[in-house]
């Protein structure tokens, strides 16, 4: 596989944030995703919002587990840490490196095959602990990097590329999220920088646990079989003597609309994705509200997008667990070891 570097020169006037940052010090390599893939998207979202908060890279941890939304932290921040865990192992990775580390930015990166099936276990008890990190879904309803399949957050009775209908209820993260302690909670999508942004950026700024769905199509799945310009229909009737795969490039999907109203957006395949903003008068700081308005909202067949929840209060797993206030990774052995008499006054204070 041949390696693309990005260009390291710079003109001398772009612009630069208060920490004298460019755009491309917030990149990562180029991206090797299909064309079009709202994935990219969801990247240009996370240097954009780390670039306006003047966050240096160096103090970012990123980190993803297996498919292609674990692919993104590859292609942002590239002077941070990075760790690309087992298959829906990453929450565990990200809790024990917040643990040990508590001074930097947790950015965990998932599917919704990563989180919502193999990983859900995990996904779970990361948030209800209350670690410090902003938790994204990259959430396409499919398995991309295996032929197109149905993930655990597919609607019921949607349709695959091969044909079939989806008989199984699907997993909403993000009531999820909300049930199981987040305290930070949103939906966006893809397509819709002008909410990304913002909604990311409050993630980082939050101290807790923040979760972001978003919503983003994968290209090369989301055309239906009965099309005559199909992927399998030209496979079925194509007498060849090897079998190849083209994956046509696509343009990205955008949508930009008002608080309090609702868009229809018409997908790659011709089928449309109903997007409801949340109202300028609604309030996120009730959870119980928040569960009901998701459940009336998808009831009426919309998706509610925007910060559904927020926590003014919140607090996070270092404060549940009151450990001391340097990092973990930086007590020295007198600090871990404080001797007979220590031991003796800290059994006296249990006793």
């Given at each position: ?211 972001i769905d978003i919503v983003s199509p994968c290209v090369a799945f989301n055309n ?126 249990h006793s």
């Amino acid at each position: 596989m041949t390696y693309i570097a990005k260009p390291k020169l710079r003109h001398p006037g772009i612009p630069v944030n208060k920490l004298g940052f460019t755009h491309r010090d917030y990149e990562g390599s180029i991206s090797t995703l299909c064309a079009g893939c709202g994935h990219d998207s969801i990247s240009f979202a996370i240097i954009q919002a780390c670039f306006e908060l003047n966050i240096a890279p160096h103090r970012v941890a990123k980190l993803s587990g297996i498919g292609c939304s674990s692919k993104t932290p590859d292609y942002l921040l590239g002077q941070s840490h990075g760790f690309n865990s087992v298959h829906g192992r990453m929450p565990s990775v990200l809790t024990g490196a917040n643990l040990a580390n508590k001074e930097l930015l947790y950015l965990g990166v998932s599917g919704d095959g990563d989180s919502a099936s193999i990983g859900l276990g995990q996904f779970v008890h990361c948030v209800r602990r209350g670690v410090n990190m902003v938790y994204i879904t990259e959430n396409n309803g499919v398995y991309g990097l295996t032929k197109g399949q149905f993930s655990a957050t597919a609607d019921k009775g949607s349709k695959s590329k091969a044909g079939g209908f989806n008989a199984d209820s699907p997993l909403d993260l993000v009531s999820m999220a909300l049930m199981v302690g987040a305290t930070f909670v949103g939906r966006s999508f893809s397509g819709d920088k002008a909410q990304m942004v913002p909604l990311i950026m409050a993630a980082m700024s939050h101290p807790g646990p923040a979760f972001i769905d978003i919503v983003s199509p994968c290209v090369a799945f989301n055309n239906h079989a009965g099309s005559t310009k199909a992927y399998d229909f030209v496979r079925e009737h194509n007498e060849a003597v090897n079998r190849l795969d083209l994956m046509e490039p696509r343009a990205s999907i955008k949508v930009e609309y008002a608080p309090g109203t609702t868009e229809e957006v018409a997908l790659h395949d011709g089928s449309t994705l109903r997007l409801s903003k949340l109202a300028a008068d609604y309030d996120p700081f009730d959870r119980i509200g928040a569960m009901n308005y998701l459940q009336s909202r998808a009831a009426a067949g919309e998706l509610v997008t925007g910060l559904i929840y927020m926590d003014n209060n919140a607090k996070d797993m270092h404060a549940n667990l009151n450990t001391v206030d340097a990092a973990l990774n930086r007590l020295s052995e007198k600090d871990l070891c404080p001797g007979s008499k220590g031991l003796a006054a800290y059994n006296a204070s249990h006793s």
